[in-house]
């Protein structure tokens, strides 16, 4: 009889301490992502950059205006939590039309019947680090469950690592979209 008193004792304490961390785990400000009209690729934020796009809110949420060239740096300071965003593709006018979070480890069968279907894969939120600098990010992939394996973001990566922390380069500087696989998608050189 005491076993089972102790044994209902550890399971209440292990319920009550998941509620807690559940309700305080940290969340992180609401985000939107505006990413042009037809982008198909990869999308990376990268965040405390000084010479970055200037911080936007719209009704309380963080604003992230992703260029052509798909790589945004912006003066915003990265933003660690539980992630609460919203995609939205954006035509020259400022036309919005939401994109579907679509996560790429989700079960293959849900995308049976829509295989081309256009939507956001979360790759990573984190820090790349070298001996010289320390680079916060975001990154995702725009794209059909058919040509999500088709994209990479660490080849642009390392293009946003080498400007930041090798060539001690400025940001915004001018980047080329450099998909995975150039035969596969025709993207051409494009400014911030």
């Known amino acids: 009889m005491k ?12 319920i009550i301490g ?4 559940v309700f305080n785990y940290p969340k992180a400000d609401p985000e939107i992502l505006l990413i042009p009209n037809n982008y198909i690729g990869e999308v990376i934020v990268v965040f405390n950059q000084r010479n970055g ?31 609460n965003q919203e995609y939205y593709s954006i035509d020259s006018i400022g036309n919005r039309h939401e994109i579907e979070y679509r996560p790429f480890m989700d079960d293959r069968d849900n995308y049976i019947d829509q ?45 946003v690592m080498d400007t930041i ?20 998608h025709n993207q051409s050189p494009i400014n911030h």
């Open 53 to 83: 796009k200037p911080v936007e809110f719209e009704n309380k949420k963080r604003v992230y205006r992703i260029p052509k060239s798909g790589i945004l740096f912006t003066q915003f300071t990265y933003n660690p939590g539980v992630i």
């Open 18 to 21: 998941l509620i807690y961390i």
């Open 115 to 159: 295989p081309n279907k256009i939507g956001i894969h979360r790759l990573l939120v984190g820090f790349y680090e070298t001996d010289s600098c320390i680079v916060k990010t975001d990154q995702l992939i725009v794209s059909s469950h058919k040509q999500f394996t088709d994209f990479s973001c660490y080849d642009r990566m390392m293009e």
């Open 165 to 184: 922390c090798v060539f001690n380069l400025p940001t915004p500087i001018k980047f080329s979209n450099k998909p995975q696989h150039p035969k596969k």
């Open 3 to 14: 076993i089972f008193k102790v044994i209902l004792i550890v399971i209440f304490v292990l």
